[in-house]
């Protein structure tokens, strides 16, 4: 019994020194991080002058690819079931070429939007992508209601985006 009792008693770590409790050492650590990053130079980017290029990871405004001049998406409607945000809504309509189904109407309310990139990983055909764009303004809800003509780019356009969600899977 006074061997059980022995291992359960907790150790006491040791007591902070007198240096440490006035924390002279972390003020002084905090110190040389601020000064070493007061005297590096300054980075400043001219915004409306000068545009930055955003890396391949970047999430802007959603797209929907188009491929020989007709969009990608089959109207699954798995992008619409994941957006957390319920920002998109598509209908299906059935047509007479390879595939059966297109969207007939797919908007993007892109004020709801919170560029998460949920629809992106969901579509089985890389038809909806997260794109290079991070410019957005809008004067009224309605402008905000993003539709086919606003959302379809030619797969040119948006090559790199596309091979770079291929090396990341």
């Known amino acids: 019994m006074e061997k059980y009792l022995e291992k359960s008693v907790p150790v006491r770590k040791k007591d902070l020194s007198f240096w440490q ?16 990053e007061f005297f590096k130079p300054s980075v400043t980017i001219e ?39 319920l920002a998109i809504e598509v209908q299906a309509g059935e047509t007479e070429l390879g595939k059966e189904r ?36 809008f004067t009224s809800q309605k402008e905000a209601l993003f539709g086919k003509d606003k959302l379809v780019k ?3 356009e948006v090559r790199t985006r596309l091979d770079f969600l291929r090396k990341s899977r």
Not at 21 to 36: C, D, E, R, S
Not at 47 to 60: L, N, W
Request: hydrophobic share 40%; proline share 9%; net charge negative.
């Open 21 to 36: 409790k006035l924390y002279i050492p972390a003020i002084l650590q905090g110190m040389k991080i601020t000064m070493t």
């Open 102 to 137: 297109y969207p007939e109407r797919f908007e993007i309310n892109m004020v709801r939007c919170i560029f998460c990139g949920f629809c992106e990983e969901v579509c089985p055909e890389e038809a909806i992508i997260m794109s290079q764009e991070y410019e957005l303004v």
């Open 154 to 156: 030619p797969i040119e």
């Open 47 to 85: 915004y409306p002058e000068v545009r930055t290029v955003m890396p391949d990871s970047f999430r802007g405004r959603p797209i929907l690819v188009a491929e020989n001049g007709t969009e990608r998406c089959v109207a699954c409607g798995l992008c619409a079931r994941v957006c957390p945000a």
